[in-house]
């Protein structure tokens, strides 16, 4: 059968969402999503040695977009940056229970406002280095 | 915390005096309207009980002119496609306002793929239909207009009688959606010059599963439905009894308690509307004045609806949005952006309609709530920290 409506955790992800704010002079930041479509997500790490150890995150959405943002900042969190760009929507949503089908989609961006968070660490990194090499 | 239901424009709990009434023809009273035997003769007395009830509700000549349908959204199809096919000899137009409900868009729509030309009528920021665009539109090659009596979203009332002299005046046919009004508005088909009328059962408080299409008498129609020739041939099929029984009795009710019931709600609203304008960044749609009397309509800068309702609904306060993550095709309210709201604006939407079960006592919760929602949402919102939208 079709899920109707959001699972439990979805909702208790919603209603207390981890991990929100922001991180000034973040290691990586990563925003994905327009205000237009209805989703809007902001993504915050601090790294080291590769290793995000903090996250944080603002999402401007429906009930899914929250819930997903505050899930993957759970899952990141305490992981290697290669691990966490492994991260996939559909792990997401298996997390929180799945999601509605329509959700799957448009709301879902989490995992892809992660990787684009680890995509400028590391071409923060990659300039950084060739700058010490100088 | 006790439940405060606010979304009455999407379902009404059935009227206890209405089921009361009703409820036998589920029970024991089973019999079909056109059988010739004492039970279907019960039924058909019934039947014609509740047009006449419907009839004194808007006013008609007289009953006849009464066609119960399963739906708000069969009679508005009735209506468009009926009228439409049956005088496609006028010619091959058909115009409608830009904030109708979709089952009238879409009939027209359909209208449109069989080769007719649709001309929506635009409205300006409050709502109104903007009446020189209306003369300016109205060819005689047009079948049908559709205008509503009060829009479901963002409750503004339109000047039907204005809009009626405009049609007529050209010699064509105006239809008007009253789902929303009926019951809450005196309306009176004679005085208004309608000629094609839309009624809901359960925005009457009564069953769902029943419609009206007001027809005045002498406006020819095809029908939807063919078969055995109930409702004078335009919408065949047996009659649902117990539904069109709650009707009337719904239609008899809401006619005795429109002035009063509608005054008690009117200050409720206008209360409501005063507390959550206090809000920053919050904004009424639709007419601040010419609005249904149970309908209050917002929008909230850097927040989605849908989220909204939930974070209402946690709170055990039920209210509806017109955001596009709530709907099934993902696009915003089309009444929004007709209003001339931007896609960003039309996410934050927030309808709150009022009904019997609400009190003026729970209003300082509802705000509380409202309040409380809209702060927590923005603090999650990336948004906030822009300017104002």
Known sequence: MAQIGYSKKVMEHFMNPRNVGTIENPDGYG????????????????????????MKFQTFGCGSAIATSSMVTEMAKGMHVDEAMKITRNDVADELDGLPPIKMHCSNLAADALHEAIKDYKEKKEVKERNNKR | MENIYLDHISSRSIDPGVLEFAKRFLEHDYGNPSSLHSLGLEAKRV???????????????????????????????LAIKGAALRNIGK??????????????????????????????????????????????????????????????????????????????????????DATAAAGHVP??????????????????????????LYIKLGIKLQPLLLGGGQERGFRSGTEDIFAIAGMGEAARIARLKMTKEGNRLKKMRDRIIQEILNIEGSHLT????????????????????????????????????????????????????????????????????LGKSNKMEDIPVIVKVVKETVERLRKLSPLSKKEVM
Do not use: W
Not at chain 2, 159 to 169: L, M
């Open chain 2, 286 to 353: 639709g007419h601040p004045t010419q609005r249904l009397p149970y309908h209050a309509s917002f929008r909230f800068d850097h927040i989605e609806g849908e989220s909204i309702l939930l974070n209402m609904d946690m709170y055990n306060i039920q209210v509806s949005t017109g955001s596009a993550c709530s709907s099934k095709t993902l696009e915003p309210s089309h009444v929004l952006l007709a209003i001339g709201l931007t896609h960003e604006q039309a996410h934050g939407s927030m309808v709150l309609s």
């Open chain 2, 47 to 77: 039947l014609e009980d509740a047009r006449m009830k419907v009839a004194e509700l808007i006013n008609a000549e007289n009953e006849h002119g009464i066609i119960f349908t399963g739906s708000a959204t069969e009679a508005n199809n």
């Open chain 2, 187 to 212: 309306i009176d088909v004679q005085a208004d010059g309608i000629d094609l009328l839309t009624l809901s059962s359960n925005d009457l408080y009564g069953p769902h599963g029943a419609g009206v």
């Open chain 1, 31 to 54: 925003k994905v999503g327009n205000p237009v479509c209805g989703d809007l997500m902001e993504m915050y790490i601090t790294v080291k040695d590769d290793v995000i150890t903090d």
């Open chain 2, 91 to 176: 010619g091959k137009e058909v115009a409608a306002s830009a904030i109708e409900h979709i089952s009238v868009i879409n009939s027209m729509k359909e209208l449109q793929k069989n080769g007719f030309t649709l001309n929506l009528i635009p409205v300006d920021s409050d709502g109104i239909v903007n009446l020189e665009k209306l003369d300016e539109i109205l060819t005689k090659n047009n079948t049908v207009t559709s205008i509503m009596y009060a829009n479901n979203e963002i409750g503004t009332i339109e000047p039907i009688r204005e809009i009626s002299k405009i049609v007529h005046e050209k010699g064509l046919y105006l239809h008007v």
